[in-house]
Structures are given as structure tokens and as C-alpha cells.
């Protein structure tokens, strides 16, 4: 059974910091990665997907990057504004060698509660 | 206007009523999904459904049902609802084109069991 794990479960860092969120997850057979951005009592938005064959997704100041042999995946966000405080969640979208064409639902982390102070 | 929505927004009901969540969604897609979200425990898939004629049991099923009324509507139904179902709830959809597809949410329902 798919797992994945965030770690920190919650992390506070000042304004302007470079910060990264760490997501692994334990059966490496994934079609791709995507991270999530929850406001409190808000639905989730996508921040970036990246394919089982890529390494690495860049949105404005958050970059992505997929190590699938290890079953890692880390968020890099850049210069961090308070507008950046949020949940962040790791989902894996699972990939079956019998039922190759199989879309299968996500399967997502704890997420990683983020606070920049200004 | 919202590409999913979800109605109620809030509620709060008694054990042991039934009560329904409904979902619709304007972007066209044919997977949706129906999600609980509780604290420490993440988001937990409970049904999902590929197209109109296909319904899938998630990792937490028991207690709940699901119609696909129409490709742009799937709702949630607790039978007869308990406290431990108190969560946020929400649906999402993807589009079945390819496997590099985006998900997208709901802004979520609030369920409150007393």
C-alpha cells in the first residue's frame, strides 16, 4: 500500500527565507507528483504536477523536483512572503504494472503547515 | 463561479439523520472524487467514480454512498450519519485524458455530527 509522509508536520520561518518541504512516499511505480496549497478551511489548489519521468516542475518561485528511485520530492520556495502561509500536501497518483492505463485516484501526505512572519 | 461546487457549505446534523452532500462541476471531466479531511489524518479518499456508470469504493467507504446523478454531478450520502463522521468533506475532478491530469477541489463541506 502507497504511503507518503511530509516532514516537518509544521514549520514557521521568517520573511525573505528560502524554505523547503519534504514529501517521500514508499512505492516508487507512480505515473507523477503533484503539491497542493490549502488556506485554512479551503479546498486545495494545484501548485505544481511533475510526470514520473521528469525531475523537476518551476512555477514563479516554487520549484519541484522528483527523485522516484528514492521515492522523494522536495517543494523549494524562494524568497518567502506571508502570503505564502498554508498547508502544503504532496499527493502520488500510483502506477500498476498490470493495469498500465489505469488512472488511479491520489494518494496524499499529512501536508506540511507553513507560517511566514513578517 | 466556482469550476466545482459543494452544497451545503456548512452543516450540522444529529446522529443518526441522513444527510447529503452534492457536487457539480463545470469543467467537463468525467473522473470525480469524493474526499474527508480530519486533522493529523490527512485527506482520505471514500468513493470515486471514472464516468457515470462506474462507482469505486476509496480507502473508507463504510457509512457512506454515492450517486453519479450526471457526468457534472456526484453526490455523498451518510445513511445514518454518527459523530466520528464529523470532517470536512470535499469533491474533486480530473479529466481522464492522459495521466499527467490535474485534480481539482471543491472549497469543501463542513459536516458537524451532535
Known amino acids: 500500500k502507497q504511503e507518503v509522509t511530509q516532514i516537518p508536520a509544521a514549520l514557521s520561518v521568517p520573511e525573505g527565507e528560502n524554505l523547503v518541504l519534504n514529501c517521500s512516499f514508499t512505492d516508487s511505480a507512480i505515473y507523477n507528483l503533484q503539491w497542493f496549497r490549502q488556506d485554512p478551511g479551503k479546498g486545495l489548489t494545484s501548485l505544481l504536477l511533475i510526470q514520473s519521468s521528469q525531475r523537476e516542475q518551476t512555477s514563479g518561485r516554487l520549484n519541484a523536483s522528483l527523485d522516484k528511485s528514492s521515492g522523494r520530492s522536495t517543494l523549494y520556495i524562494a524568497a518567502s512572503q506571508p502570503g505564502d502561509s498554508a498547508t502544503y500536501l504532496c499527493?502520488?497518483?500510483?502506477?500498476?504494472?498490470?493495469?498500465?492505463?489505469?488512472?488511479?485516484?491520489?494518494?496524499f501526505g499529512k501536508g506540511t503547515r507553513l507560517s511566514v512572519i513578517a | 463561479d466556482a469550476d466545482v461546487t459543494q452544497t451545503p457549505r456548512n452543516r450540522i446534523t444529529k446522529t443518526g439523520k441522513r444527510i447529503m452532500l452534492e457536487c457539480s462541476q463545470t469543467k467537463g471531466h468525467d473522473r470525480m472524487y469524493w474526499y474527508r479531511q480530519d486533522p493529523g489524518l490527512g485527506l482520505r479518499l471514500i468513493y470515486y467514480?471514472?464516468?457515470?456508470?462506474?462507482?469505486n469504493k476509496g480507502e473508507i467507504s463504510d457509512g457512506y454512498s454515492v450517486s453519479r446523478q450526471a457526468q457534472a454531478k456526484f453526490s455523498l450520502s451518510l445513511e445514518s450519519a454518527i459523530p466520528n463522521q464529523t470532517a470536512l468533506y470535499f469533491c474533486a475532478t480530473s479529466d481522464s485524458q492522459g495521466t499527467g491530469n490535474t485534480i481539482y477541489f471543491g472549497e469543501g463541506s463542513w459536516l458537524t455530527v451532535v
Open positions: 499527493a502520488v497518483r500510483q502506477y500498476f504494472t498490470f493495469f498500465p492505463l489505469l488512472n488511479t485516484p491520489l494518494v
Open positions: 467514480s471514472f464516468d457515470v456508470k462506474d462507482i
